[in-house]
């Protein structure tokens, strides 16, 4: 059973939740998906995989970050004003806060402290540094997780500063967007702190790095950067052949293919081994 919930943070802005197992909130360990740029928790196979993980004995909590370009009950990109204003930081805070609401109590009691994230792309960003941060995250999968936070070239950095904001096309939409001066700014005020080299070393938890050979947004070195920071007590690598960004899955979601299906596999193998 799914659960729908509007979340307020501190900042006062409004977050789409939705809790997939919600009837086993209170016994089950819970798992966080948190979706990376140009993502969103209703694109492709977060609903699919909330489903999954929620049949494999896990209460599984999707969300739209605030300022993620989809309007509250959106289903597509429509407030793109708000995705200019992004940020790193605001996406750490924002996931810190689902962390605490789950944790308070606020989609549902819970006897049961197990708590982990799963997060695809950007949202590895967020994702490693709040489960260096967070005490209540005891594992953490990243799927074409990010390594390098810095992903411009000083001549799109200039050219940003000259406008006041960066332009990107999202080829399947066909909507030109805009990065707007937060996240350069962001980036540049606050690089240590976002610094993702930083807190890998940290991590002293179960880390599944799940790959795509092919990927061409992230590539398989960031992957094998993740990893060569990683303590290997803790982490597990794996790389998914012939397939790309998204393990072969697109948006909209009509079917799921082998490849993710192997990541869909892994995860629930790790998250049996290491959350329950």
């Keep these: 059973m799914k659960e729908n919930f509007k979340f307020v943070t501190t900042r006062k802005n409004l977050i789409d939740v939705s809790i997939y197992g919600i009837e086993n909130i209170e016994l089950n360990p819970c798992i966080i998906l948190v979706h990376g740029f140009k993502g969103f928790k209703d694109w492709g196979f977060f609903p699919y995989a909330a489903e999954k993980l929620a049949e494999g004995g896990f209460t599984t909590i999707t969300f739209n970050f605030s300022h993620n370009g989809v309007s509250n009950g959106g289903s597509d990109f429509d407030e793109l004003e708000k995705f200019e204003k992004n940020s790193y930081s605001l996406e750490v805070e924002e996931l810190s806060e689902i962390i605490d609401a789950y944790s308070d109590g606020e989609f549902g009691e819970t006897k049961n402290n197990d708590l982990a994230l799963v997060a695809h792309s950007r ?32 001549r799109q950095k200039k050219k940003w500063k000259e406008n006041g904001y960066f332009e990107i096309m999202n080829m399947r939409t066909n909507q030109l967007m805009r990065i707007g001066a937060e996240l350069l700014n962001d980036l540049e005020k606050n690089f240590d702190n976002l610094n993702l080299k930083n807190y890998v070393p940290l991590i002293n938890k179960p880390f599944l790095i799940i790959q795509g050979a092919e990927d061409l947004a992230v590539k398989l070195s960031e992957a094998e950067l993740l990893l060569s920071w990683t303590d290997k007590k803790y982490s597990q690598f794996e790389v998914i052949q012939n397939c790309g960004h998204t393990f072969n899955i697109k948006h909209p979601f009509k079917t799921s293919h082998s490849d993710f299906e192997k990541v869909l596999k892994l995860t629930l193998n790790f998250f049996n081994k290491h959350l329950k």
């Design 123 to 154: 949202g590895a960003i967020s994702a490693i540094i709040n489960s260096v941060n967070k005490e209540k995250v005891k594992s953490l999968v990243t799927w074409a997780g990010v390594a390098n936070i810095d992903r411009f070239t000083d």
